[in-house]
DNA sequence: CAGTATCCGGTCTGATACTG
DNA sequence: CAGTATCAGACCGGATACTG
């Protein structure tokens, strides 16, 4: 086990997980992500999906912009005058596995007993997928192979 | 890429992840979580880390063990009386990868150019590590290649 | 140490309305 | 649709003090 510590290892200004912690560690913002990685774009969805107040997801969706993670941009429907639109950056798509993590993570741990509704399977084998750590060439490290370690 | 949805496939009630958001998704419960991760356990430990107002960390440890992330239990060094430490639990444990992920997402998309402090490698080749997908093999999945599904 | 008690000011929430 | 405007109330954050 971890032995006891008077204080992280690591300041909290230099921390990337304090850092990210920061940007999206508010309920609203990691649900409009929820949204996003399932696919809803524009504000009137995520507004009527999450109930949302508008005021408040029109900051969070600036904030998100302004972080790059969801960039804005003009869709445009026949007809119809262009909208526009949210979609992920890559730094939000990079997200997908974290947040995929901690699903399962809540199906695991904060679930009521009821079957989880989110498979991920491999769109052509079929077979079931789950999030871990790999390495450079692809292969899976477990967690007790993993190290964690500051730099120089 | 995903096409766009007018809403998630999975109704926010029954979502795990929606879930995992409503429980961890506040900025302090994750700093304290990410404490608890690099070994600190006690009240005051906890408060001169984060410069949490006290009340507010009271409440969020009692959260965090009424949600069974944390367990509360004594620890005695001789001569002083017993008092509280705040340890992780299995499910608190299990969150280790998801924080671990969201650190070098934070290294890789939120960081300010500054050497990344954290590094993940495995423990024996000394190979850097990151978070994916894997199938039941080990072997990674690409996120194209992800199908995300709702079980029956 | 490990909390609880207070107090105050600010931000977020939530509801509703208005506009291009 | 995609926002901004407004407003009341809840909750949170921050500081300080007090107790076993």
């Excluded at 290892?9 to 929820?34: F, M, N, S, V, Y």
């Excluded at 774009?41 to 408040?56: A, G, S, W, Y």
């Amino acid at each position: 086990m971890i032995p006891r510590a008077q204080k992280s290892p690591i300041p909290l200004d230099d921390c990337h997980l304090a850092k990210a912690i920061e940007i999206l560690g508010d309920r609203w913002t990691l649900l409009i992500l929820r949204g996003a990685l399932f696919g809803v774009r524009r504000f009137d969805d995520f507004q009527k999906e999450l109930n949302i107040p508008r005021t408040v997801l029109s900051g969070r969706l600036k904030k998100l912009v302004d972080h790059g993670i969801l960039t804005k941009q003009a869709y445009k429907e026949d007809g119809k005058r262009a909208r526009p639109e949210y979609l992920l950056s890559d730094a939000g798509e990079a997200l997908r596995p974290v947040l995929m993590g901690l699903n399962q993570w809540g199906g695991a741990w904060a679930s009521d007993g009821t079957a989880p509704p989110i498979s991920l399977t491999h769109s052509k084998t079929r077979q079931k997928v789950r999030p871990a750590f790999v390495d450079e060439d692809g292969r899976e490290t477990k967690l007790s192979e993993l190290r964690i370690s500051l730099r120089r």
